[in-house]
C-alpha cells in the first residue's frame, strides 16, 4: 500500500464532505469508493466493522469515520487532515449561506418561504421521531422509559445532558439486572 | 465576549459527547440552548436547521457551524465546529489504537440500547413543542389560536411525505413554495 500524503487524505475528506446531503447513511457507499475500492486506506471489513461500532460512540458518524480512517493510514496528523477536510466544506459554504441570508431575509418572499419552512422542518423531526421509534422503542422496558422521559420533559425544562446521563444509568442498571435473570 | 466563547466551546463540546445518534440528536441541545441564552430567537434556530438540512456535509457540523456563527460571528462558528467534534475525535483515535479488530463491545452497547429511546423522547418533546408552537398563534390579548394557513401547509406536506422514504430536499423546497404561495394568496 503507497503511503498517502497529508494533502491527500484532506482532499479526499473534503470530496467526501461536498457529496455528503441528507444526512447519516449516504457516508457509507461515498467511504466505500473513496477509501476502500480506490485506495485501500481501510479494508471494507474494516469499514464494516467500524460504522458498527461508531453508533456507540458520541459524535457524528461521518466525522468518527473520517477520523479512524485517517488514523489508521497517517496516525494522528492523518486523523487531523481528515476530520478537517471532512469539516471544511460544511464550514465554507454555511457562512457563505449564512452572509448571504442575513442579507435578503428581510425580503417579504424570503420571509414567507422560511415561514414555509419551518412547517417543513416540523415534519422532518416528525417522521425522524418515527424512524427512531420504529429502531428503538420495541418491549415494556423501552416504552416505559420514552413515556416517562417525554412526559418529564413536557412538563419541566430539563436539560438533555441530564436526561441522557440519567438513561445511560438506567439502562446499564436494567442490562445488569437482566443478565443475571438469564444467567 | 470572552465568556461568550467559553459557553460556546462548553455547549458544543456537551452535544458532541452526549447527542448520540446522527445530527438530529442535537436539536433538543440546540432548543434547549436557545431557552437558556437567548442567542437567537426559536425561528432563527428552525431557519438554521432547515438550511442545514438542505447543505452539503453533516448536519450537526453544519448546525455547529450556523449557530456559532449566528451567535458571535466567525470565531464563534471556529469555536462551536471545533468543540463539536473534539471529545469524539480523542475518543475515535483511542478506539482504533485498542482494537485492531473492531468487535461489538457488549457492555458499551447495551448502554447505547438505552440511550435510544432517551433520544427518541427527546426528540419527541421538540417535534411535540414545535408542531404547537407552527399552527397556533398568540393575539394581542395573548389568546392561542389556531394558524389555520399552518395547519394547512402541514396537512398539505404531511400527507405526500409520509408516505415516501425521508427527502429533506423535497420537503424544505415544497415548504418553501407552499408558504411563498398561502402568504402571498391569502
Known sequence: MKKASLFEIFK???????QLLGGGYVIVPLLKKYIVEERNWLTEEELVDFYAMSQCIPGIIAGNIATCAGYRTRGFLGALMAIAGIVAPSFIIIIALANILSGIIE??????AFWGIRVSVVILILLTIKDLWAKSVNSKFTYTLFSIILICLLILPISPTLIIILSAFIALIYGKIKEQKNA | MLKLYFLL??????????????GYAALPFLYYMQAKYNWFTVDELTNMI????????????????????????????IISTVAI????????????RLFTKFQDEKCVCSVFEGLRP???????????????D?????????????DY?????????LIPFSFFKKNPLLTIMAGAVGGIIIRSLF
Request: charged residues 5%.
Open chain 2, 9 to 22: 466551546f462548553y455547549e458544543f463540546t456537551k452535544i458532541g459527547i452526549f447527542a448520540l445518534g446522527g
Open chain 1, 107 to 112: 425580503y417579504p418572499v424570503v420571509q414567507n
Open chain 2, 85 to 96: 467534534v473534539l471529545v469524539p475525535f480523542f475518543m475515535t483515535i483511542i478506539i482504533t
Open chain 2, 118 to 132: 432517551a433520544a427518541c423522547a427527546l426528540l419527541a418533546s421538540i417535534g411535540i413543542k414545535l408542531l404547537i
Open chain 2, 50 to 77: 432547515a438550511v442545514s438540512n438542505i447543505t452539503p456535509g453533516p448536519i450537526g457540523i453544519n448546525m455547529a457551524t450556523y449557530t456559532g456563527f449566528t451567535t458571535a460571528k466567525f470565531l464563534g462558528a
Open chain 2, 149 to 157: 394557513h399552518a395547519l394547512i401547509l402541514f396537512i398539505i406536506l
Open chain 1, 12 to 18: 479526499i475528506f473534503f470530496i467526501i464532505g461536498l
Open chain 2, 134 to 146: 407552527t399552527i397556533t398563534s398568540r393575539n394581542e390579548l395573548s389568546a392561542i389560536t389556531i
